[in-house]
């Protein structure tokens, strides 16, 4: 059964330092998204992409935030500028149809700045 | 705002007894319902969802959840629990015609004592 894949599994990085977090979602879907868990909150939204380009975003997903889909298949979260608070569990999420269907996830990674 | 509230935080049973995981969520419109599992050391996995239709819905693993509209709720239930049950729940909403963003609860821990 097809996957959603993240890379790296852990990532450990300096506070103002940028990072690039990789994600390829299923093949033929249409939906892209990626949430964040902070340890021992909750699942939060960050941000959905549909047909290049975002479609909504968090109240998180600021300027040191930015998404991009460059080859068809990957999709990557960049932050710019890390901050010791970024520090979390980053999941991508992919749906093939309507945006309200079901979202299959990836099996995230575990950012720390130090 | 769409909020999700799961009313436990960390539940304990032993093996053969019955569980039940309570899901509130705040929003007037359409919603679409969905129970999420997330094992030690593995991602978010979809038990089970509710569009439209019966509100009492059969997932995987033997799950079942009921939404009752008056209420504003989807509580998870199984009849009997086994060791391998022991995970993360999370109840999640998203509203039709919006972009697909999951609003999450807290999340329950279930640790099932074999």
């Known amino acids: 059964e097809p996957e959603v894949t993240q890379t790296p599994s852990h990532q450990v990085t300096q506070m103002g330092q940028e990072v690039i977090l990789r994600c390829v979602p299923i093949?033929?879907?249409?939906?892209f998204y990626w949430y964040r868990q902070i340890l021992g909150q909750k699942v939060e939204f960050l941000v959905s992409?549909?047909?290049?380009?975002?479609?909504?975003k968090s109240e998180i997903f600021d300027d040191q935030f930015s998404v991009e889909r460059p080859d068809g298949s990957n999709f990557t979260l960049k932050i710019r500028s890390t901050k010791l608070e970024d520090s979390a569990m980053y999941f991508c999420?992919?749906?093939?149809?309507?945006?309200?269907?079901?979202?299959?996830f990836g099996p995230g990674t575990r950012l720390t700045v130090l | 705002a769409q909020s999700v509230s799961q009313h436990n935080h960390h539940v304990i049973l032993s093996e053969a007894a019955s569980l039940e995981l309570g899901c509130n969520y705040s929003?007037?419109?359409?919603?679409?319902l969905f129970w999420y599992v997330q094992y030690p050391g593995q991602h978010l996995q979809l038990l089970l969802k509710?569009?439209?239709?019966?509100?009492l819905v059969k997932g995987i693993k033997g799950f079942e959840a009921e939404f009752i509209k008056s209420k504003f709720s989807f509580n998870l239930r199984k009849p009997s629990v086994q060791w391998s049950d022991t995970a993360e729940y999370f109840c999640?909403?998203?509203?039709?015609?919006?972009?697909?963003?999951?609003?999450f609860g807290q999340g329950t821990t279930l640790q099932v004592k074999p």
């Open positions: 999420a992919s749906n093939p149809t309507t945006s309200t269907d079901t979202q299959y």
């Open positions: 509710y569009f439209s239709g019966d509100p």
């Open positions: 999640a909403v998203t509203s039709s015609g919006n972009t697909g963003k999951l609003i």
């Open positions: 093949s033929n879907h249409l939906y």
């Open positions: 992409f549909y047909n290049n380009e975002i479609s909504e």
């Open positions: 929003y007037g419109g359409t919603v679409n």
